[in-house]
């Protein structure tokens, strides 16, 4: 009878049916234009440290709460989508023949050696090897 009253009350609140929740989503984020703002605030400073609290600021939002809005509207963190895009940049610069060193300055690494550790976790492979792909293709 216990069993039979628990699997009832569970089906009852759990199936769509009957008021259960079936396919919750997630509301909330930031608004597009915030979302673009920062983006872009991004994108044009890959060269420089950018804190949480710098871009909480832009959008007016404590850091925690821009924390979470970010991670709801792109799916990862400020922090990795800025390593994200400096790697993007750095694949890129690769493709040139500035000197490893002079991109990882530009991409906003604090050292050639920081840059190699950073690239090799992300891809795989380290940012000579990388060029010479590329090159190849």
Not at 30 to 48: A, K, Q, V
Not at 51 to 67: D, K, M, R, V, Y
Not at 79 to 108: E, F, Y
């Amino acid at each position: 009878a216990e069993q039979a009253t628990a699997t009832a009350l569970t089906h009852l609140f759990v199936h769509p049916r009957y008021g259960g929740a079936s396919n919750i989503t997630i509301k909330g984020g930031l608004s597009p234009f915030m979302r673009n703002r920062l983006l872009y605030y991004i994108e044009n400073h890959l060269d420089l440290p950018i804190t949480l609290q710098t871009l909480a600021e832009i959008a007016g939002l404590s850091p925690f709460h821009l924390q979470r809005m970010f991670l709801l509207s792109c799916g990862i963190s400020p922090a990795d989508w800025h390593l994200r895009r400096r790697l993007a940049k750095a694949k890129t610069l690769l493709a040139t023949l500035d000197p490893i060193a002079q991109i990882a300055s530009v991409c906003g690494f604090s050292s050639q050696s920081h840059m190699t550790r950073a690239f090799k976790e992300a891809t795989g492979c380290t940012p000579s090897v990388y060029r010479g792909r590329v090159r190849q293709a």
